[in-house]
């Protein structure tokens, strides 16, 4: 994350600024191919560097995710075809890089 008035786009890094929770403890997001959902969680700021919280509203968010084939399909299609097994685990994981605004 960064503050859109800091022209420099110093990161807010998780961890060091912020932390982010899921509204369950156990979340462990699945989505089958093709299907499509939303995800809800919370962004909490370190109080000690924030004592009086984010005052600015317009934040840039950088969001990574990660995606990655069942652990069970990878295996099944290893077995069945051992000649590409680097191939299939090479392609099980993907990346996905956006950017957004998050305004009140």
């Known amino acids: 994350m960064y503050l859109v008035s800091d ?9 060091e600024n ?3 929770i ?5 979340y462990n997001p699945t989505l089958n191919p093709g299907a499509g959902g939303y995800m809800d969680y919370y962004l909490t700021f370190k109080r000690e560097k ?3 919280g984010i005052q600015e509203v317009p934040t840039g968010v950088n969001t ?12 099944l299609l290893s077995d ?16 996905l890089n956006f950017m957004t605004l998050l305004i009140d």
């Not at 899921?22 to 156990?26: E, L, Q, S, V």
């Not at 069945?80 to 990346?95: C, G, L, M, Q, W």
């Open 50 to 52: 924030y004592p009086d």
């Open 22 to 26: 899921f509204p369950k403890d156990d």
């Open 18 to 20: 912020f932390s982010f």
């Open 80 to 95: 069945n075809f051992p000649a590409a097994t680097d191939f299939i685990s090479e392609y099980s994981k993907a990346r």
């Open 7 to 15: 022209h420099k786009r110093l990161p807010l890094k998780k961890g």
């Open 64 to 75: 990574l995710f990660e995606f990655e084939t069942s652990l069970a399909a990878q295996k």
